[in-house]
């Protein structure tokens, strides 16, 4: 596609419930990132695949999110019984591969999904 | 820990000015820093890259210095309209491209 798509654009979800945020990221991107935005902040990294492989989860702020990339293209960001403080708005990003040690190149970004927890 | 930090408070200025964004890191040397623009309700648009060997770049109306010393990016913005009003962030790459955000500044161009 021209660029990454996100969806839903917006969820608005009780506490507790599941919820499951989609990513298509710009077809032959290798590099595909989740970032959570808190209102008046800027983008915090959540998680990191490469291709199928999910190579870095350390921003993943509980054991709730959960994310994966089953085929090396789309990726769905899950947040199980979710509460209030997780409320944000959800950005992914894609980005050609490079070899590692050299810089990388720009991150492109969806325009996001915006979780409202109630 | 190894932060990035950018004023959080907003930035006013006229049309025709230059407005000059600070963008500043502790605790790590990073190897290049980003800057991206950001509009409500819309995902970060990459701008510009800088590499820590390099004291400047330009790309239009546009120019980004690093300084290594001071720890220091400024992102300069010559000629602003009101159409250059939005959310800029400045972010440092680390290992697999994971980028470390500041909070952004909010820039305001005035007619």
């Known amino acids: 596609g021209a660029g990454v798509s996100q969806s839903p654009r917006y969820k608005v979800a009780k506490r507790g419930q599941d919820v499951a945020l989609r990513c298509d990221p710009i077809?032959?991107?290798?590099?595909l990132f989740w970032y959570q935005q808190a209102l008046g902040q800027g983008p915090e990294f959540l998680t990191y695949?490469?291709?199928?492989?999910?190579?870095?989860k350390s921003g993943l702020p509980s054991d709730r999110f959960f994310a994966e990339r089953p085929e090396g293209s789309v990726s769905t960001l899950k947040i199980q019984r979710t509460q209030q403080e997780d409320s944000a708005v959800y950005l992914c990003a894609s980005s050609q591969r490079l070899l590692r040690g050299l810089e990388n190149t720009e991150a492109f970004f969806g325009q996001g999904t915006r979780l409202t927890v109630v | 820990s190894q932060k990035i930090e950018q004023n959080s408070e907003a930035l006013n200025i006229q049309e025709g000015k230059t407005a000059t964004l600070t963008c500043n890191y502790t605790?790590?040397?990073?190897?290049?820093l980003q800057w991206y623009r950001q509009d409500p309700g819309r995902g970060p648009v990459f701008l510009l890259l800088i590499r820590e060997n390099e004291k400047e770049k330009r790309k239009e109306r546009l120019k980004v210095t690093f300084d290594t010393t001071l720890k220091q990016s400024l992102f300069h913005i010559t000629a602003s309209q009101p159409a250059d009003s939005a959310t800029y962030l400045c972010?440092?790459?680390?290992?697999?491209?994971?980028?470390?955000f500041g909070t952004g500044t909010r820039l305001l161009v005035s007619p």
């Open positions: 077809s032959g991107h290798v590099s």
């Open positions: 695949f490469q291709n199928e492989a999910q190579l870095d």
């Open positions: 605790n790590y040397s990073p190897a290049y």
């Open positions: 972010a440092r790459g680390t290992g697999f491209q994971k980028l470390v």
